[in-house]
């Protein structure tokens, strides 16, 4: 018994070594749902991710501006994905996450309707962009392809940056 | 290098804090040509300017105040007059110096000036030939060569460094010169406190601690002296002379004075919350013991916080002397330029302001100055027509009034011409027939600041070219300012700056509307009115009211911030009266919710700019609340149009067109599962859309959530958490619901319940039991069924 224990912890242990060997190729991103679509993001653009939380109304600003709110003492600005992206608005649900991402000196919280996991991916199974998204516009940093499912990465800049 | 950095950090401080003195008393020179005190403090900043650059290697400066230093060496020495003329020679080379103090300041060389025109007139002025040996060399210029021998030895007997080279005697008279140096000033210093006003106890002793105490305070050259016993090391004595003067300040970092503004305001913040927190603890525990102490920490907590408050901000105040100081040069230039006889005359130099705010007021009262002299102060000839003295003068005031700082510029000049302002306004089209014809006269005067406006006729050096007074302005209400005029025609004009002590925390006026709280800052409040609707008149689309005398335009919070009228607004509302200079506005609010200090935070870079909002402040409940900008709100005001306090029912949201029966959407409300699908069974062969609740809160949350637009509502009136008759007052409450048919179904059959029924807004009562078909015509009557759906 104590062998076959000893046998599992050091295939596990080649295993860790084996990723710890590749870990400068690997990217570490958490993913969350929109609508239908899986969405991802740089783990380490991430500054906290927080639940639901009162925030206040900003005028003349788009819809999917939603507001602001305080994240201990600091102003921050809340960003609705759903709207942004186009998709219908949504009640909160038990799932819903605020997403905080920082960029420099750019903070901004963001809505998201459910998180889904943290993702270790290489390097190489991370594709460019579809053509037609291509492009200094594009909010999308690459497409990460695993197993059967794909995840499109965003640009955390282009988020936090204003576009009205 | 860094260690280069370094030095070179220190000699541009003081470089540029000397030459901010010297340009006063330069002004002042020539006034008093024949002040020693003067000359020899302006000798002192070219030397000591030249000392430190030559040590620093910039040539180019060191040839500049090198031949400076000869003139007024001369000068001082009684053998050379200051002039206008020579003076004039001075003043440009003071103002190379600045500028070759500001490329190395950028550049850290002093390369790119030439400075050779001016130091032949320098040469000139001092008795020179003129030619002198051009210099931009590496090598310190060979200038000595032009120099008389007299100053060569004065001011080679100055320079520090050379102690260890001197004779003894040479040291001793050095060693007396710097005394003297030490006790003048020291003299002028006493004479000027003396003159404000103030005992000067402390000074005497102090300067007794001088190893040699000289009975004569002021002389200017050297004077044979007493040779002192116990004199070690002369290196030595140099230092321990200055010790007892040395300021006891330190230069911080302004960064550092941020950071801790920034830990204050957190702490404000934290107070309030502190004291909210204290309240809600009274009440819930009134009458126990522990509370008095509880409120005897808070308060001394909050008493400290504020005192803390206030010693920061203190640091970061800075007299506003340091921005006046430029103007006497400023206006002897412009009396010569301009062909005038003006005085300045300034007061309350002494006046704090907060940093930041004194580096934002600086440009505008160069502008507002300039103003005054181009087009306020007439030439002496025409003064003199009009029997004023020929010499014009400009007061530059600055004291405090309240927590506002007061700046206030006047002049006696010609003053301001209201029916001239309007004309030139209307000819630019800067506004239009019926704005100048219903004007005031401080309107008017503030035409002045608009954009491209400019009274010069011709445009000259100093002003005319329509920008400067909008700057002013623009930069005034950066700062939360405040500007008024006043003028009269033939007698003078009135300017005074309003600035606030300090940008971080202020006080401001909580309001609310509807489910929102906004603060307004409490400077631009003049008062607060409640009012009825029907004091509300509307005067061509706008809404206005009378206040005692005045009709006061008003706008609704609302209308600005895109409030959604949930809630109907009550038969009273608060009218907020904003002050901002000469214009008044009246903003309508929901309630007044108190004043409280608030601490500005920004919205940061991704919200920034967002019209009428000048930032955000954190709550006692965590919260956050938008700070209105007052001076934004004004502009907005003119273009939108109230709606003040008219019914503007969202109606167009319910009456959707019903295509088919499930269009029809209808709420049952009641608690009994049994009672609902009694109801529900009634209703379905019509095939409405049912929705249930089973009491009056969750019925509540239905209709707030607004996934649902409802024709009408079943209620039961016996329900637990929230009853049929509170739902249906809470209902009534929303402006959208208004409407909503409230059908109450119930075994309640008492007149006074059918009563009550009403009251709350209830439009159909049917007693239980009932009859299907009676249950389903009361509701098919009541949403306007359409009989083609049957």
Redesign the interface.
């Known amino acids: 018994m104590s062998d076959k224990l000893k046998q599992i912890i050091s295939k596990q242990n080649e295993k860790q070594e084996e990723t710890l060997d590749h870990s400068d190729d690997i990217v570490q991103l958490v993913g969350f749902v929109i609508g239908e679509e899986e969405y991802a993001i740089p783990i380490l653009a991430i500054q906290e991710i927080i639940k639901p939380f009162?925030?206040?109304?900003?005028?003349?600003?788009p819809k999917y501006?939603v507001?602001?709110?305080?994240m201990r003492?600091?102003?921050?600005?809340l960003i609705d994905l759903r709207l942004k992206f186009g998709l219908s608005p949504k009640?909160q649900s038990d799932e819903t996450r605020f997403i905080v991402m920082r960029h420099g000196?750019?903070?901004?919280g963001f809505v998201i309707d459910r998180l889904t996991m943290a993702i270790r991916i290489k390097k190489s199974d991370i594709g460019p962009p579809p053509e037609t998204l291509a492009g200094d516009d594009t909010m999308i940093d690459g497409v990460g392809k695993q197993e059967d499912r794909i995840i499109t990465i965003l640009k955390v800049d282009k988020l936090?940056k204003?576009d009205f | 290098m860094d260690e280069f950095q370094e030095i070179l950090q220190d000699f541009l401080v003081e470089s540029f804090e000397l030459i901010e003195q010297l340009d006063q008393d330069l002004v002042e020179l020539e006034n008093t040509p024949e002040d020693l005190e003067l000359l020899n403090g302006i000798f002192r900043v070219a030397h000591t300017v030249k000392g430190a650059s030559s040590f620093l290697n910039f040539d180019v400066l060191t040839h500049l105040t090198h031949h400076m230093e000869d003139v007024l060496n001369k000068a001082r020495h009684g053998e050379l007059l200051i002039t206008p003329d020579v003076m004039d020679v001075v003043l440009e080379s003071i103002d190379l110096m600045k500028a070759l103090l500001n490329t190395i300041r950028d550049t850290s060389a002093d390369a790119g000036i030439d400075v050779s025109e001016c130091v032949v007139k320098l040469d000139k002025v001092s008795g020179g030939t003129g030619e002198v040996e051009t210099p931009v060399v590496q090598e310190a210029a060979p200038v000595e060569e032009v120099v008389e021998e007299e100053t060569v030895e004065e001011s080679a007997s100055e320079d520090e460094p050379d102690y260890d080279n001197m004779t003894p005697d040479d040291l001793e008279a050095e060693i007396e010169r710097l005394l003297q140096e030490r006790q003048a000033e020291d003299k002028v210093k006493r004479d000027a406190k003396i003159a404000a006003g103030e005992s000067v106890p402390s000074l005497e002793p102090e300067e007794e601690v001088t190893p040699e105490p000289t009975p004569e305070p002021a002389a200017t050259t050297p004077v044979p002296v007493t040779p002192t016993p116990a004199k070690a090391a002369p290196k030595a004595a140099a230092p321990a002379k200055k010790a007892p003067v040395v300021e006891q300040t330190i230069r911080v970092d302004v960064k550092r004075l941020d950071h801790l503004m920034n830990l204050i305001g957190?702490l404000v913040?934290a107070k309030n919350r502190l004291i909210k927190i204290n309240d809600d603890v009274e009440e819930r525990y009134e009458g126990e013991e522990f509370l008095e102490e509880l409120n005897q920490v808070v308060s001394i907590v909050s008493l400290v916080t504020t005192d803390l408050q206030i010693a920061v901000m203190k640091t970061r105040m800075l007299p506003i002397g340091k921005v006046f100081n430029k103007f006497p040069r400023m206006i002897r230039d412009l009396t010569r330029e301009l062909d005038k006889k003006i005085e300045l005359e300034i007061f309350g130099e002494d006046t704090e302001l907060d940093k930041s705010i004194v580096e934002e007021v600086g440009d505008p009262l160069v502008h507002i100055i300039r103003n005054s002299c181009d087009h306020g102060i007439e030439i002496p000839s025409v003064r003199a027509e009009n029997g004023k003295p020929e010499t014009g003068t400009i007061k530059l005031k600055a004291y405090n009034e309240g927590n506002q700082i007061v700046i206030q510029i006047d002049d006696d000049g010609k003053g301001l011409d209201v029916e001239m302002l309007k004309n030139k306004c209307l000819d630019k089209g800067l506004i239009t027939e019926k704005e100048a014809e219903s004007m005031s006269d401080k309107e008017a005067f503030a035409l002045i600041f608009k954009p491209g406006f400019s009274t010069a006729a011709a445009v000259t050096n100093v002003s005319g070219r329509g920008v400067g007074m909008d700057v002013v302005k623009t930069n005034i209400e950066k700062v939360n300012g405040i500007i008024d005029i006043d003028s009269e025609l033939g007698v003078g004009t009135s300017i005074k700056l309003k600035i606030p002590l300090t940008l971080a925390i202020i006080q401001a006026l909580l309001v609310g509307v509807q489910e929102?709280h906004y603060a307004i800052p409490l400077a631009s409040v003049l008062e607060t009115v409640r009012i009825s609707k029907d004091e509300i008149y509307t005067v061509e689309g706008r809404s206005v009211m009378r206040l005692r005398e005045e009709v006061l335009s008003l706008v609704h919070i609302g209308d600005?911030?895109?409030?959604e009228r949930i809630l109907d607004a009550s038969e009273h509302a608060y009218v907020v009266v904003l002050g901002l200079g000469t214009s008044k506005l009246g903003l309508i609010v929901d309630t007044l919710v108190g004043q409280e200090e608030i601490v500005i935070?920004?919205?940061?870079?991704?919200?920034k700019g967002?019209?009428?909002?000048a930032g955000?402040t954190?709550r006692g409940d965590?919260?956050?609340?938008?700070i209105v900008d007052v001076v934004a709100l004004m502009e907005i005001a003119k273009n939108v149009k109230s709606t003040a306090l008219t019914d503007t029912t969202s109606d167009a949201a319910l009456i959707h067109e019903k295509s088919k029966p499930s269009d029809y959407v209808v709420m049952i409300v009641d608690d009994s599962k049994t009672d609902r699908t009694v109801m529900r069974k009634a209703l379905e062969p019509l095939g409405l859309t049912l929705i249930e609740a089973g009491d009056g809160q969750e019925a509540l949350n239905i209709l707030k959530?607004g996934?649902h637009h409802f024709d009408a509502m079943l209620i039961d009136i016996e329900m637990p958490r929230m009853d049929g008759y509170t739902l249906a007052t809470e209902i009534k409450k929303y402006n959208r619901y208004k409407n909503l048919p409230l059908i109450a179904v119930t075994s309640r059959t008492g007149k006074s319940d059918r009563m009550r029924g009403v009251e709350s807004g209830m439009v159909e009562y049917i007693t239980k039991p009932y009859s299907s078909d009676y249950l389903s015509s009361v509701v098919q009557r009541n949403i306007n069924f359409k009989s083609e759906f049957l």
Do not use: C, H, M
């Not at chain 1, 009162?54 to 600003?61: C, G, I, L």
């Not at chain 1, 000196?105 to 901004?108: L, Q």
């Not at chain 2, 967002?610 to 909002?613: R, S």
């Open positions: 009162p925030w206040t109304r900003v005028p003349q600003v501006v507001g602001v709110f305080n003492g600091a102003v921050i600005p009640k000196d750019d903070i901004a936090l204003r | 957190e913040l929102e600005i911030f895109e409030v935070k920004s919205l940061g870079e991704y919200l967002i019209e009428g909002v955000a954190i965590g919260g956050v609340t938008l959530q996934d």
